[in-house]
């Protein structure tokens, strides 16, 4: 298991995926099931972060739809600390983000060194991905639309063998969905693909 110290804090990612583990494009699929017992779970998931890291991608996205909205939902993510991972973007616009070109991996793991609340990262992208496969990830936060759909599937080719084990599992927030969490497990599960 990961070893974490007391004053580390921990790195949550939340992701929607659908039936057959896809996760590209959620927007086009899980909208029908996203109803108000999941913005407020949403809601609740984000006031126990203190910080939101994201790769570009996310950035562009959340960015464009976020500055625009309203209600207690928008309000908190706009006013939280954001870090967006890119080598590429030269500054983000959107209030209190900062962007760092450096490694993700080794950035990740300085911030998660500093004492505060949860580190939240949303969907599971290349940044999401180069996350856990550095093992960083200290929860995994997984909610299952009923649908099938095509699209970029959660585990990519290339990706790192990792074990995880099961926290707790019920239904979602909404009807149809199922919330999955879970921890990352042992090095020897991970060893043998489990």
């Not at 599992?169 to 060893?191: F, I, N, Q, W």
Request: hydrophobic content about 40%; some cysteine.
């Amino acid at each position: 298991m990961n070893a974490i110290s007391e004053s580390s804090r921990r790195l949550v990612q939340s992701a929607l995926v659908s039936l057959n583990g896809v996760i590209g494009e959620p927007v086009r699929w899980a909208g029908p099931y996203f109803g108000p017992g999941s913005a407020a779970h949403s809601l609740e998931v984000l006031e126990r972060s203190e910080a939101m890291l994201m790769g570009r991608r996310t950035y562009e996205l959340f960015s464009r739809q976020w500055p625009a909205a309203s209600g207690p939902y928008a309000e908190h993510i706009n006013a939280m600390r954001k870090y967006v991972f890119s080598s590429t973007l030269q500054e983000a616009e959107w209030t209190n983000t900062s962007v760092i070109a450096d490694d993700p991996a080794k950035a990740v793991a300085e911030l998660k060194r500093t004492p505060g609340r949860d580190l939240i990262v949303y969907g599971h992208g290349q940044f999401g991905q180069t996350l856990c496969d550095a093992g960083l990830v200290d929860e995994l936060r997984l909610t299952v639309v009923p649908v099938f759909v095509e699209g970029t599937t959660y585990y990519r080719p290339g990706a790192v063998a990792r074990s995880w084990e099961l926290v707790s599992a019920g239904p979602g927030h909404d009807p149809g969905l199922v919330s999955l969490t879970y921890r990352p497990g042992s090095a020897e599960g991970a060893a043998d693909g489990v």
